[in-house]
C-alpha cells in the first residue's frame, strides 16, 4: 500500500466518522428536544401551545 492509498483510506475513513458523528449528534438533538419542550409547555404554560416554534426554528 502507497502512502498515496493510505492517505485517501484514511480521509475516507474519517468523513464516514464524522458524518457518523453529526447523525448521532442530530438524532440526540432531535429526540431531547421533541421530549423537552412539550412537557415544559404543557407544565408551565398549559393554555398556550408553543412548543413546535423552537421545534421548527
Known sequence: ???KD???????????EAKKGF?????IYLV???V????????VVPEKI???WPLIF
Open 50 to 52: 408553543w412548543f413546535h
Open 23 to 27: 447523525l448521532c449528534h442530530l438524532v
Open 32 to 34: 431531547f428536544n421533541a
Open 36 to 43: 423537552i419542550f412539550p412537557v415544559y409547555n404543557l407544565v
Open 1 to 3: 500500500m502507497s502512502v
Open 6 to 16: 493510505y492517505r485517501e483510506a484514511r480521509r475516507v475513513v474519517e468523513k464516514r
